[in-house]
């Protein structure tokens, strides 16, 4: 069987994967490097799988990450359908799935997360979707056709994306949440309220506390959903959308210590592994925008900045990862910017009037602006960054005045 060699191998050729070999040469290092991906696809950008890929109205060539000749003139060594499924610390070599074996000097684990399938009967038929890769959204695509009632489980971001693009194409959608509001995980009341307003304004049927028994199944698809207390929904299709497990099986097997279902990195991504880093979905951390909680952030800016300073450390400029958290979701036409963590705050303050549908909502604690949901608000957004990034001090009774910018620069003198 073929064995490679390389002085840096990159398990995972997503978001993290394609931005860590980027920076390597960015950084200037000459080293051999290879980026091997499960996937079949060069590294593409996932945001719109959920949005404009699933309206059909990006083109996947639109999504990639780089042009495909791109990869072999930066001497990158893309590798793919190339799933790594065991790792040997000690002699620094992974194994692939098809027997390839890789020699490394440094690794860096980039390998995201699987989405958890539907833990109840009929979880697994054919007709039951996931959005995490090109080819769930293909797959998808080709059954709308025959596709009236969809259901989607889970009211988190991809699952109202997900609605929003399928209501606008003439679908009947229903979204259940287990959760008593939607996006619980995630925001805070205001903004959930808001959002529960917008789906159900334009005709998404929105079930809070739903929790589901089984999938109803004729001739191998499914055909509703039974919900527990007995109630029956239509679906010829159905989207699960509960979250995602990281993919470190061989990184565990190999001895990595764990955090969160995740591997544990420090500040500049390294694992308890000798020579093993880790970035993106799969790496928990300590954050100090969470108060120096050890969490796992599913984001493109966490993704890129964990790969950052995992290169940076490998190409000898250590920088220590500590980027302020920012995320986006488009749904409709609001356009929705996060930045901080607003786990833990004591206040939330409403700043413009979300009937006008631009707003934000600013999360406090301790009389400090921890983080902002910005809607159609890109100025606050922008701002309130900058706020949270500056550790977050402002004025808190003009707080809610959207004509009162949050955030003015320093004056500089002379
Ligand atoms: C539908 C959708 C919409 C999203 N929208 C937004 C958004 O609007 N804004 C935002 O900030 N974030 C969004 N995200 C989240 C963002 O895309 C992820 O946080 C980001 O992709 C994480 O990057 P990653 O490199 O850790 O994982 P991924 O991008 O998932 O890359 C991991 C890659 O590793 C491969 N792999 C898995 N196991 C192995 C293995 N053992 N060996 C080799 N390769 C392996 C996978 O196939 C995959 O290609 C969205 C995600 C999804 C799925």
């Given at each position: 069987m073929e064995k490679t060699t390389t002085n840096v191998l990159i398990a995972g050729a997503g978001h993290a994967g394609a931005q860590a070999a980027l920076m390597l040469r960015k950084l200037g290092f000459a080293g051999a490097v290879a980026l091997a991906g499960a996937e079949a696809d060069p590294p593409?950008?996932?945001?719109?799988?959920?949005?404009?890929?699933?309206?059909?109205?990006?083109?996947?060539?639109?999504?990639?990450?780089?042009?495909?000749?791109?990869?072999?003139?930066?001497?990158?060594?893309?590798?793919?359908?190339?799933?790594?499924?065991?790792?040997?610390?000690?002699?620094?070599?992974?194994?692939?799935?098809?027997?390839?074996?890789?020699?490394?000097g440094?690794?860096?684990?980039?390998?995201?997360?699987?989405?958890?399938?539907?833990?109840?009967?009929?979880?697994?038929?054919?007709?039951?979707?996931?959005?995490?890769?090109?080819?769930?959204?293909?797959?998808i695509r080709a059954e709308l056709g025959g596709a009236n009632n969809i259901v989607i489980i889970g009211g988190g971001y991809i699952g109202l994306e997900a609605a929003s693009v399928l209501v606008g194409m003439g679908k009947r959608v229903c979204v259940l949440e287990a959760q008593d509001r939607l996006l619980a995980r995630v925001a805070g009341p205001a903004l959930s309220d808001f959002y529960e307003g917008e789906h159900r304004?334009?005709?998404?049927?929105?079930?809070?506390?739903?929790?589901?028994?089984?999938?109803?199944?004729?001739?191998?698809?499914?055909a509703g959903v039974r919900l527990a207390g007995g109630a029956d929904l239509p679906a010829d299709l159905v989207i699960v959308g509960i979250g995602i497990a990281p993919e470190v099986e061989p990184l565990i097997a190999a001895g990595a210590e764990g955090a969160l279902g995740g591997v544990k990195v420090d500040e500049f991504c390294r694992t308890s592994l000798p020579d093993i880093y880790a970035a993106g979905d799969c790496a928990a951390h300590a954050n100090r925008h969470a108060g120096g909680a050890v969490i796992r952030l599913e984001s493109v800016q966490?993704?890129?900045?964990?790969?950052?300073?995992?290169?940076?450390?490998?190409?000898?400029?250590?920088?220590?990862?500590?980027?302020?958290?920012?995320?986006?979701?488009?749904?409709?036409?609001?356009?929705?910017?996060?930045?901080?963590?607003?786990?833990?705050?004591?206040?939330?303050?409403?700043?413009?009037?979300?009937?006008?549908?631009?707003?934000?909502?600013?999360?406090?604690?301790?009389?400090?602006?921890?983080?902002?949901?910005c809607v159609n608000a890109t100025r606050d957004y922008a701002q309130g960054r900058r706020l949270v990034s500056t550790g977050g001090v402002c004025d808190l009774n003009l707080?809610?005045?959207?004509?009162?910018?949050?955030?003015?620069?320093?004056?500089?003198?002379?």
């Open positions: 593409y950008e996932r945001p719109p799988l959920s949005k404009a890929y699933l309206a059909g109205e990006e083109p996947f060539e639109r999504m990639l990450m780089r042009p495909k000749e791109a990869w072999a003139e930066l001497n990158i060594d893309l590798l793919r359908g190339r799933r790594i499924v065991a790792v040997n610390p000690a002699a620094h070599e992974a194994r692939c799935e098809n027997g390839e074996r890789i020699t490394y440094k690794m860096i684990w980039a390998a995201g997360g699987t989405p958890r399938r539907l833990p109840a009967p009929g979880g697994d038929l054919a007709g039951i979707h996931v959005i995490r890769m090109r080819a769930d959204v293909d797959a304004s334009r005709g998404v049927d929105i079930r809070l506390g739903a929790k589901v028994d089984a999938i109803i199944e004729q001739g191998g698809r499914p966490n993704a890129h900045d964990q790969a950052a300073a995992a290169a940076a450390a490998i190409a000898g400029s250590p920088k220590p990862y500590d980027a302020v958290p920012w995320f986006w979701s488009d749904q409709y036409d609001l356009k929705l910017q996060t930045a901080g963590l607003s786990t833990g705050h004591d206040q939330a303050l409403v700043r413009g009037d979300p009937d006008s549908r631009s707003f934000s909502v600013v999360y406090l604690k301790n009389s400090r602006v921890i983080a902002l949901d707080l809610t005045d959207p004509d009162v910018p949050l955030y003015k620069p320093p004056v500089r003198k002379g």
